[in-house]
């Protein structure tokens, strides 16, 4: 539930009704409509304040595009196994990378590595920066 969660300053619920509308307004009116890869898609999403490129990663992913939400887990993670910091679309690209190597699909391969991060108990957590 929503409620009065906050994003940026603003209600989620707000940012997701505007999102809504923006997607609407590019022909997008059910999950089988949207494109992850369809700039003008992304854009109407990315342009309400407080969602960006990492949201709209994620929500391509929970409508079943194959992805990866480089988020703090899994840039913790990949930044980990490499021993060095990385950004987020290096993560993100790294993350694709070993899926495909894996032959696997890179949102089971994101579930697995922030599953996993979230379970370490702070003993194992090590700062690589």
């Keep these: 539930m929503l409620n ?33 890869t369809n700039l003008d898609h992304k854009e109407a999403y990315t342009k309400v304040h407080g969602l960006g ?6 929500f391509c992913m929970l409508l079943g595009t194959p992805g990866v939400k480089a ?13 060095r910091q990385v950004s987020p679309q290096e993560a993100r690209q790294i993350v694709i990378g070993a899926a495909e190597a894996l032959e696997t699909n890179p949102t ?6 922030w599953t996993y991060e979230r379970s370490r108990t702070v003993e194992d957590v090590v700062d690589v920066s």
Excluded at 10 to 21: D, F, M, P, V, Y
């Design 53 to 58: 490129a990492v949201t709209w990663e994620y």
């Design 4 to 36: 009065d969660q906050m994003i940026s300053g603003r209600t989620k619920a707000s940012a997701i009704q505007e999102a809504a509308q923006n997607l609407v307004s590019v022909g997008v009116v059910a999950a089988q409509d949207l494109e992850g």
């Design 71 to 83: 988020d703090t887990w899994i840039v913790a993670a990949v930044s980990r196994a490499l021993g």
């Design 108 to 113: 089971e391969l994101d579930h697995a590595l």
